[in-house]
């Protein structure tokens, strides 16, 4: 399993990638490997201002159907459009091709909140 260190990681297994004023977001390759075959990626929080921890989407998987949570607040800039028709993207590669969202972070002091890759395979028992 893979676990990039220069990530940072949330308790509902998205992660975060900073990039200046802007950050990706997407489901670890724990989460994804847990739902199984993600077949549909659902997200309709384009161009709104989300809290910290709210749900701006839900992937839905063979077996199950799970929330998205914001790691820190900001405004979703824009939804991954090459997962509409290919949702397996998410499966494939979770830290590349499969991001979810991109963001505008509010609140650059919820970072620090976060988890390093070291927390978060710790929480998870890997």
Do not use: C
């Amino acid at each position: 399993m893979n676990f990039p260190a220069d990530l940072k990681y949330t308790k509902d297994h998205e992660w975060i990638r900073v990039e200046g004023n802007e950050a990706i977001v997407g489901i670890t390759d724990y989460a994804q490997s847990e739902l199984g075959e993600i077949v549909f990626v659902d997200i309709t929080t384009e161009g709104e201002t989300l809290e910290k921890e709210q749900v701006f989407g839900s992937v839905e998987a063979v077996k199950t159907v799970s929330d998205l949570f914001m790691p820190v607040s900001g405004d979703v800039l824009e939804v991954n459009a090459g997962l509409e028709d290919n949702p397996e993207l998410v499966n494939e590669d979770a830290y590349g091709k499969g991001w979810l969202i991109r963001i505008a972070v509010s609140d650059p002091a919820e970072l620090e909140e976060l988890l390093p890759a070291s927390a978060y395979r710790e929480l998870i028992g890997k």
